[in-house]
């Protein structure tokens, strides 16, 4: 029997892909990919691979950094948190609903623009 429930549970939800309005999308979105595919220039690509790859470095550098700092802040305002004591507490959940609370781009903002 959980072997019928399965299968319908996948059948009802590969079914949601098959509306019009989503098969309308999906065309427009590979009819988008193959016109860049096939009908863009893309004699500037090999200039710019080099350019491309630092990028690329500096973007998972700036990953890794950032995990590990945000690791590094989320455990001792988790454990506040946790801790019962209110002067613990009170000022960890102040900031965490502060910066869960904001756009990202209003702190980069503030960040920035002091």
Known sequence: MANEATIIDVVARTS?????????????ALG???SAAF?????WLPQYYEMGLIGLWRSLWILAVTCVLGFLLAVPL???QAA???WFAA???VFCT????TPLLI?????YYG
């Open 16 to 28: 949601l892909w098959l509306q019009p309005h989503r098969i309308v999308l999906i065309l427009i």
């Open 39 to 43: 009908f863009m220039r893309w004699d």
């Open 91 to 93: 000022p960890a959940k």
């Open 32 to 34: 988008l990919v193959l």
């Open 107 to 111: 702190q980069l903002w503030l960040l």
């Open 84 to 86: 019962g004591s209110f």
């Open 78 to 80: 988790g454990l506040a």
């Open 98 to 101: 502060v910066i869960r609370g």
